[in-house]
């Protein structure tokens, strides 16, 4: 390994939040924290644990009483809660997609998609990030039999038959690039070739929609998806995730996905801050107006230090300044830390080399202040080192 990419431990520390997921600041919200603690009085839960699987003894009813609240929330059919967004991503891909089915995987989707896709019995296949030329070849290739074959079950021939799937999965935040794919093009093709969608909104929860619904909701695309994964941890600032689709998945997931069954589930308190989140979400826009502006300021900033060429283009809450060079990146990250800013850099292999890059997660209780003055330092430093 690469002397520069060894990962460390790092500690707390008194910085500029410009690294979190916390895009709301929900992770410190005492009214999320009080509600909480309501709900769990009202379901008469003094627990500290779920004390096992769901599917044993786990399945409290403020379990049910929450899904039935994201269900709504979403506007779909059923929504199923896993302890993360891991567990949700390999649950899902290790399950759902058979044997001599097929997976077309945007080449920029997170691990645990891809270690999902890895665990299944299908093959993937990754296409050019948010390519739907790349992808439309993929899929004709799928149908005309051209694709290299997955390994074949006994009996099971080489050709397309009309009962094997094809799945594309996009997210519809980018983790690392914080951008979002033409979703309703997507869409468009996938109904066209009857492939099943499935996006990933980690990222986009709390940030998109009119209450913070993601992405898709905010196109009103809800009822094209196959499934959609949402993610507690991010901009929600608690913990879990949620697969999002039809009655019938929920159903199989619960009886085929082993990241499901085979865990002690989320301790109620988790579930009661999850469901508290989403009132906050539901009765208070405060966070996500603020979050917005301060996303219109960094841009605004980004322009008037002619930094425009080092970023990639998002409208989310994550930023990223490409700085080629794991040693580089890190040189100006160090930089900007002793200004008393927090902004990661994302050295490679987690992004491809050439593409290392400073992210800047912005916030709703980041200040004006505070956006103008790390863009002040970074301009300074990129254009110094
Ligand atoms: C796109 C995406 N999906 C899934 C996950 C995993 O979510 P969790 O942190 O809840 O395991 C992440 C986390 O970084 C992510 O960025």
Do not use: W
Not at 289 to 313: M, R
């Amino acid at each position: 390994m690469n002397v520069n990419s060894l990962r460390k431990l790092g500690n707390p520390n008194t910085l500029i939040d410009f690294s979190s997921n916390d895009y709301l600041g929900f992770s410190k919200n005492k009214q999320i924290y009080l509600a909480a603690s309501e709900i769990l009085k009202r379901h008469n839960l003094e627990v500290n644990g779920a004390t096992g699987s769901r599917l044993l003894s786990g399945n409290h009813s403020i379990y049910t009483e929450t899904e039935k609240i994201i269900t709504s929330f979403h506007n779909n059919d059923a929504a199923l809660i896993f302890n993360s967004g891991y567990d949700a991503n390999i649950g899902f891909f290790s399950s759902v997609p058979q044997r001599g089915d097929v997976i077309l995987y945007d080449e920029l989707c997170h691990a645990s998609i891809r270690d999902g896709i890895t665990m299944s019995n299908a093959k993937g296949y990754k296409f050019k990030h948010n390519d739907l030329d790349d992808l439309s070849k993929l899929v004709n290739k799928k149908m005309n039999n051209s694709l290299p074959l997955g390994e074949m079950s006994a009996g099971q021939s080489g050709s397309f038959t009309p009962d094997q799937n094809i799945y594309v999965v996009t997210e519809s935040v980018f983790s690392m690039d914080g951008d979002q794919p033409d979703l309703k093009a997507m869409v468009e093709l996938c109904n066209k070739y009857h492939c099943h969608l499935i996006v990933d909104e980690a990222h986009a929860l709390g940030v998109f929609g009119k209450k913070g619904e993601g992405l898709i909701q905010a196109l009103g695309l809800e009822k094209e998806v196959f499934a959609r994964i949402i993610t507690f941890g991010k901009a929600l600032g608690c913990h879990g995730a949620a697969i999002l689709g039809s009655a019938d998945l929920k159903g199989y997931l619960v009886n085929f996905a082993r990241s499901f069954i085979y865990t002690t589930g989320l301790p109620p308190h988790s579930v009661a801050t999850i469901q508290a989140a989403y009132q906050e979400l539901n009765s208070n826009d405060r966070s996500r107006i603020d979050l917005k502006s301060n996303i219109a300021i960094l841009h605004k900033e980004i322009c008037k230090q002619d930094l425009g060429t080092f970023f990639i283009t998002s409208k989310s809450a994550i930023q990223s300044c490409v700085i080629a060079g794991n040693a580089r990146v890190k040189e100006i990250s160090e930089a900007i830390k002793e200004n008393g800013f927090d902004a990661k850099p994302i050295l490679s292999p987690t992004v491809p080399e050439g593409q290392e890059r400073l992210r800047i997660c912005l916030h709703s209780y980041n200040t004006i202040v505070e956006i103008e003055n790390l863009v002040l330092h970074l301009g300074t430093f990129i254009k110094k080192v």
